[in-house]
């Protein structure tokens, strides 16, 4: 009999940080320290410049990264607050969507165009040296 306490969302949850793996996101080796997580930018040439994004697995954690300007960086739980669908940084837009029902959200994470009922989940991140810091 299935275990009566898994609930839809731990389910979307697991579902779809399998999916990720299986669309081989990247796994990046960081060097953690408590919450800090400092990922090597040599391991994330999208990030070199900026206007690039990534999403990764942190810790079993999906984390989306966007390089918005030379000298900073955004990280942000990239699954959207209405259904659950991972997002995407769309350079062009200077905006954060999901491709499921069109949210957007603005580079703070909070949502500029719903169904979103809810902000973004935001992590502090810092670009250091030749690595992002990113507290979670």
Known sequence: ????????RNFLKSSGL???GLLGLPTVM???EGT???VPLAKLEMLKAAGGSVVIKVKSKLVLLIRNTPTS?????P???HMHCVVAYS???NKIN???????FDLDGHVVHGPAPHPLEAYAATLEAERIVVTL
Not at 1 to 8: E, G, T
């Open 1 to 8: 009999m299935p275990d009566s306490k898994l609930v839809r």
């Open 18 to 20: 399998t999916l990720a």
């Open 30 to 32: 960081a060097h953690a």
């Open 36 to 38: 800090k997580v400092a």
């Open 73 to 77: 960086v955004k990280a942000f739980n």
């Open 79 to 81: 699954i959207c607050t």
């Open 91 to 93: 350079a062009g837009e």
């Open 98 to 104: 999901c491709p499921c029902h069109g949210s957007q």
